[in-house]
C-alpha cells in the first residue's frame, strides 16, 4: 500500500501580509496623532519645532478645561442612567410576562443603529425651543416644559439612549443565567422585583459591570449628540472642543488637534483595556450558574402594567419623539408657532436633494460604502480573524491588543488622523525618494506618489478609515462565528493530510458562511450610521450621508438635514428589516 | 376516594397541565390527584418524562396547569375553572432543586436567611434561626462560606437548610440526591431519612430512582405517561404490584416466556418450552399474558424440582456480595442471584407459584 506524501510546510505569507497591513492601518494613524502632538505647527509646515507647546496652550485654554470636565459629568451620567435601566429592561424582557415583548425587542435596537447626529437633530425639531411637540405643548400649556438644550437634557437624552447597550449584554447574561436560582427565590417568598434586586442582577453584575464601563467610554465618545443639542447654550466636550478648534484659530491648527486628540485617547485607551479584562472575567464568572430549564414567565401580576407605562414611556421619549419629528420636519417646508401642519406640508426638500448632485452622490456613496465597503471590510475582518484562529502565539496576542486600539480612537480623530495619513505619508515618501537619484526613484515620485496623493479625495481612503474605526466590533462578529467551529471538524481535515490553508479554505471559511453574511449585515447597519469618521474627510467624491449632515448643519441647512436624516434612518430601516428577516442575531 | 382537606397538607385534584398551547399543546400531566398527610413522605417515581418534576413544579407555582385543583393545607393556591393562581411566592413552600440553585453571590448564611429577610424577621431571630437549622444540618461552622467552596454534598444540605428555615407547612425535594456520586448518596439517603424522621417533616420528592424511593418514602406514587400508575407503601409497591408497569419499574425481573394454560381463580397454568409451571394472577387480565419473576426471587437447583425449568448456565457475574447468574436455551433467558460461582453445567430454576405473577 502507498502512502501519498504531502507537500512541505512553507512560511506563512499569506498571515504575515495580514498581520503587517493591519498593523500599518491600526498604528500609522495612531502614531501620527502623537508625532503632531508633540510638534509646534502643523507638519507640513516648514518652522515646526519639537515640544509640548501646542498642550501647553490646551491647557491653558479654559474651554479645554469645560470640555473635559463635561465630558467626565456626561460619561458618568450616561452610567448611572443607563445601567440600572438597562438591567431592570433586561430583566422584564427576558424573564417576566411583560405584554408585548414581541414587538419591544426588535424596537429597543433601534437607538443603536440610529446615528446619534440624526437622533440629536430628531430631538431639536420635535422638542427645540421651536419644535414639534414644544409648539404643541406650548399650545396645550401656555409654556414649554422643558429646555432641551441644558446640559442636565443632554446627559438625559445621552443616558436614555445608551440604554439598549447595557440591555444587550444584560440580556445575554441572563438568558445564560438558569433560571433555578430565580425559581428557588420566588419559592422562598421573593416577589418578582426582590428577585431582580436580590437575586438576577447581582448574578448578572460582570456583564453589568463591563456594560458600565462600556457606556462610560461611549460618554467620552459622543460627539453629534452634543454638536447639535449642546451649541446653542455652548456646552462642549472633548469631541465637540476638538471639532471647533478647526475654526477657532483660522489657519489648519492640526498641532492643537493633535494634543486634544492625545488627551482623549489617554482617557478612552484604559477604559477599552479594563473592558477586554472585565470581559474575560466575566466569562468565567459564568462557570457559576444555574441549571436552564424550561421555565414559565415570572408573573409580574399588578405590576405588569405599571411596567409596560414605564418602558412604553421610555420608546416614546427615545424612539418615538426624534424620529416622528424628523420625518414631519422633513415633509414641511417651514415650522413655528400659529403655522398649521397642513398648510406646509411638502416633498420640496426632495426635490432639492434631487437637484444636487453632490447630494445625490453622499446617498449613493453611503449606500455603496454600506453594501460594497461592508462586504470588503468583512473579508479583511475574516482575514484577520483566521490569522489568529487556532493559533496561540505572540503573533496572536500582537492583533488582539491590535484590533482592539482603534476602539478607543473616536471616529472623528480616527478621520483626522487618516486625513494626516493621506497627507503626510505621500509628501514624506516623496521627499525620500528625492533624496536618491536612480531612475525609479524619479519615476515612481512622478507616477506613484500623484496617485497615493489621490487616494485622499476617493471613496477608498473612506472606507479605510471607516473600516479601521469599527476593526474591533467586526472582529468580534467573526470570531463569535469562529468560536461555533468545533476544532475536531478542521482536526479531522488536517488529519486526512489538508495544509493549514486548505483547511482553512474548505472547512473553516465554508462553516462560517452565514456567520459572515450576518457580520455583513451588521457592519452594512454600522457603515450606514457612521458620521464623525468622515468629517474630516469629506471632499468633493467622499461625500458621505454621515459627514455631509454635520457640515449642512453647521451651515444650517435645516430642510436639507431632515430631508438627508429621514433617508438616512430609511436606510437602517431597510437593514434592520432584512436582518430581522432572516433571523440576523443583532447582537452576541 | 374522598380526603378531608383539614387532614391533608398538600391535596392535588384531577391536575391537567400541557407544554404549549393550541394545535401544537402536548400533555404532560392527564388527570393526576393525590395527597400528603401531615408528616408524611411521599415519593413521585416514574421514568423520564411521565411527568413527576412538572408536578412538584406545578405545586410550587413554577407551572401552570390547565385544569384541577392545588390545596396547600386548607388554602387554594390553584384552581383551574375558578382562574385562581396564587404565585409562588405567596404558596410558601420550601423546595430543594435538583441543581441545589444555591445564589453564588450569597454566603451560605445569607443563602438560608434570605427567606427568613422576606419574612420580615428581625435581624437576631434570623441569626438564632438560621443557627439552628445549619447546627441541625452539621453545618454549623460553614455560615460564612460561599457555594463554590463547599462539597457536593454540604451543597446539597445547605439547599435543604433554605427550604426548611422558615417551616414550611409542605417541604418539595427535586430528585435531591441525583447529583451526588454513587458513594455519597448511599449516606445522604440515610441522612434525609433520618432528618425527615427526626423533624417530622411533610415532603414530596420526586425521583427516577426506585430503591431510593422505597429507602426515603412512607408512600410511593408511581407515575407512568402523566397518570398515577398505582400509589401506596413501598412494601406492597414491590411485592403487590397491580399492573406489569409497575412490577417491572419497581425491582429486576424475569420475563418468563411462557403461554396460559388454564386460569382458575388467582391460580394460571403455564406451558413453557413443554414444562408446566403454577403462577399467580395478578391485576386484570391482560390480551397477552406476561409471566413475571423478580431475579431474586428465583431458586437455583442442581436436581429437579417442582415448578422449575431446566436451561443451561451461559455466564455467572461477579456483583461482590453475590453472583448473577445468566442461564440461556433459544429464546429463554433467565437470571437468578447465587452466593457461589457456578460451575458449568444444566441446572433446574425453581419459581415459587406465589412469585411467579401473571399479567
Not at chain 1, 467626565?72 to 433586561?90: S, Y
Not at chain 1, 478621520?415 to 515612481?444: I, N, T, Y
Not at chain 2, 429437579?304 to 443451561?312: F, T
Request: glycine share 10%; aromatic share 10%.
Amino acid at each position: 500500500m502507498t502512502t501519498f506524501s504531502l507537500p512541505r510546510a512553507r512560511l506563512n505569507w499569506p498571515r504575515g501580509l495580514v498581520v503587517a497591513l493591519t498593523c500599518l492601518a491600526v498604528f500609522v494613524p495612531l502614531l501620527l496623532i502623537f508625532y503632531q502632538s508633540f510638534l509646534s505647527a502643523p507638519f507640513f509646515m516648514p518652522n515646526k519645532e519639537v515640544g509640548l507647546d501646542a498642550f501647553r496652550f490646551i491647557f491653558e485654554d479654559a474651554d479645554f478645561w469645560m470640555a473635559f470636565k463635561n465630558g467626565l459629568v456626561l460619561a458618568a451620567g450616561l452610567a448611572v442612567i443607563a445601567v440600572p435601566l438597562g438591567g431592570m429592561l433586561a430583566f422584564l424582557m427576558i424573564r417576566t410576562d411583560l405584554p408585548g415583548r414581541g414587538w419591544i425587542a426588535p424596537l429597543l435596537l433601534v437607538p443603536i443603529f440610529v446615528s446619534p447626529m440624526v437622533m440629536g437633530f430628531g430631538y431639536v425639531v420635535s422638542m427645540g425651543p421651536v419644535g414639534f411637540y414644544s409648539v404643541w405643548a406650548k399650545q396645550l400649556l401656555g409654556f414649554i416644559p422643558w429646555n432641551i438644550y441644558s446640559f442636565t437634557s443632554i446627559v438625559v437624552i445621552a443616558g436614555l439612549t445608551h440604554v439598549p447597550h447595557v440591555y444587550l449584554y444584560a440580556s445575554s447574561a441572563l438568558k445564560s443565567l438558569g433560571s433555578d436560582v430565580e425559581e428557588a427565590a420566588r419559592v422562598a417568598g421573593a416577589s418578582p422585583l426582590q428577585v431582580m434586586l436580590n437575586v438576577s442582577l447581582p448574578m448578572i453584575m460582570p456583564a453589568l459591570a463591563y456594560a458600565g464601563v462600556l457606556v462610560f467610554f461611549l460618554g467620552f465618545e459622543v460627539f453629534g449628540l452634543v454638536l447639535v443639542l449642546g451649541d446653542p447654550e455652548g456646552h462642549l466636550v472633548l469631541a465637540t472642543y476638538l471639532y471647533k478648534l478647526t475654526n477657532k484659530l483660522g489657519t489648519p491648527s492640526y498641532h492643537l488637534m493633535a494634543a486634544v486628540a492625545v488627551c482623549l485617547v489617554m482617557v478612552t485607551m484604559p477604559l477599552v483595556m479594563m473592558q477586554r479584562w472585565l470581559l474575560k472575567s466575566a466569562n468565567k464568572y459564568v462557570s457559576i450558574k444555574g441549571k436552564g430549564a424550561r421555565q414559565k414567565a415570572m408573573p409580574l401580576g399588578r405590576w405588569k402594567w405599571v411596567a409596560f407605562a414605564v418602558l412604553a414611556g421610555w420608546l416614546v421619549f427615545t424612539i418615538v419623539l426624534p424620529l416622528t419629528g424628523i420625518v414631519l420636519r422633513s415633509f414641511v417646508q417651514y415650522w413655528g408657532e400659529g403655522v398649521k401642519l397642513a398648510d406646509v406640508l411638502t416633498l420640496q426638500h426632495f426635490r432639492d436633494i434631487l437637484e444636487q448632485p453632490s447630494l445625490m452622490r453622499g446617498i449613493l456613496n453611503t449606500v455603496l460604502i454600506g453594501v460594497v465597503g461592508g462586504g470588503l471590510a468583512v473579508v479583511c475582518y475574516t482575514g484577520i480573524a483566521l490569522a489568529m484562529h487556532r493559533k496561540q502565539d505572540g503573533i496572536t496576542r500582537l492583533l488582539d491588543y491590535s484590533v482592539l486600539v482603534p476602539r478607543a480612537v473616536p471616529g472623528l480623530l480616527a478621520g483626522l488622523s487618516f486625513l494626516w495619513v493621506f497627507l503626510f505619508v505621500p509628501s514624506w515618501l516623496d521627499g525620500f525618494l528625492k533624496l536618491s537619484d536612480s531612475g525609479l526613484a524619479a519615476w515612481l515620485s512622478a507616477h506613484v506618489i500623484p496617485a497615493l496623493r489621490e487616494v485622499r479625495s476617493t471613496i477608498f481612503a473612506l472606507w479605510l478609515a471607516y473600516s479601521v474605526v469599527w476593526l474591533a466590533y467586526g472582529m468580534r462578529l467573526i470570531s463569535t462565528a469562529l468560536l461555533q467551529v468545533g476544532p475536531e471538524l478542521e482536526e479531522a481535515a488536517r488529519a486526512v493530510g489538508a495544509s493549514r490553508g486548505q483547511v482553512t479554505r474548505d472547512v473553516t471559511v465554508p462553516l462560517i458562511k452565514y456567520g459572515m453574511l450576518g457580520a455583513w449585515l451588521m457592519v452594512f447597519l454600522i457603515f450606514e450610521r457612521e458620521y464623525s469618521t468622515g468629517v474630516y474627510l469629506l471632499s468633493p467624491g467622499t461625500e458621505v450621508i454621515g459627514a455631509m449632515l454635520v457640515s449642512l448643519w453647521a451651515g444650517g441647512s435645516t430642510d436639507l438635514v431632515a430631508a438627508l436624516s429621514f433617508i438616512n434612518i430609511t436606510l437602517v430601516a431597510i437593514g434592520l428589516g432584512i436582518a430581522l428577516r432572516f433571523g440576523v442575531k443583532l447582537h452576541n | 376516594m374522598k380526603h378531608d382537606l383539614n387532614m391533608n397538607e398538600l391535596t392535588v385534584t384531577d391536575l391537567h397541565l400541557d407544554y404549549g398551547t393550541g394545535a401544537s399543546a402536548n400533555p404532560i400531566l392527564k388527570g393526576v390527584s393525590m395527597h400528603l398527610q401531615r408528616g408524611e413522605v411521599v415519593a413521585l417515581l416514574g421514568p423520564s418524562g411521565s411527568g413527576k418534576t412538572t408536578l412538584l413544579r406545578a405545586v410550587a407555582g413554577l407551572e401552570s396547569p390547565k385544569a384541577g385543583t392545588i390545596h396547600i393545607g386548607d388554602r387554594q393556591v390553584f384552581d383551574g375553572a375558578a382562574k385562581v393562581e396564587m404565585p409562588a411566592e405567596a404558596r410558601n413552600l420550601g423546595l430543594v432543586f435538583q441543581s441545589y440553585a444555591l445564589w453564588p453571590h450569597k454566603t451560605v448564611f445569607d443563602n438560608v436567611a434570605y427567606g427568613l429577610k422576606l419574612r420580615k424577621m428581625g435581624k437576631g431571630e434570623i441569626a438564632a434561626k438560621v443557627g439552628d437549622v445549619l447546627q441541625q444540618l452539621g453545618l454549623g461552622h460553614l455560615g460564612e462560606r460561599f457555594p463554590h467552596q463547599l462539597s457536593g454534598g454540604q451543597q446539597q444540605r445547605v439547599a435543604i437548610a433554605r427550604a426548611l428555615v422558615y417551616n414550611p407547612p409542605v417541604i418539595l425535594l427535586d430528585e435531591p440526591l441525583s447529583n451526588l456520586d454513587a458513594k455519597l448518596r448511599e449516606e445522604a439517603r440515610a441522612f434525609l431519612r433520618e432528618l425527615i424522621v427526626r423533624l417530622g417533616l411533610s415532603a414530596l420528592m420526586v425521583t427516577h430512582d426506585q430503591a431510593e424511593a422505597m429507602a426515603i418514602s412512607d408512600r410511593i406514587l408511581l407515575l407512568n405517561n402523566g397518570k398515577i400508575e398505582q400509589q401506596g407503601s413501598p412494601q406492597s409497591m414491590y411485592e403487590t404490584p397491580e399492573t406489569l408497569f409497575t412490577a417491572e419499574f419497581m425491582g429486576s425481573n424475569n420475563r418468563v416466556p411462557a403461554t396460559v394454560v388454564s386460569r382458575a381463580g388467582d391460580a394460571v397454568t403455564l406451558s413453557s418450552d413443554g414444562a408446566t409451571l403454577q403462577g399467580t394472577g395478578r391485576g386484570v387480565a391482560g390480551a397477552e399474558p406476561v409471566a413475571l419473576i423478580r431475579v431474586e426471587e428465583v431458586r437455583i437447583s442442581a436436581e429437579q424440582v417442582d415448578n422449575a425449568i431446566q436451561l443451561p448456565l451461559l455466564t455467572c457475574m461477579y456483583l461482590g456480595d453475590r453472583w448473577e447468574c445468566l442461564f440461556t436455551q433459544g429464546d429463554t433467558s433467565l437470571r437468578a442471584y447465587s452466593t457461589y460461582k457456578l460451575a458449568p453445567g444444566s441446572y433446574w430454576l425453581q419459581m415459587p407459584r406465589e412469585k411467579l405473577w401473571v399479567f
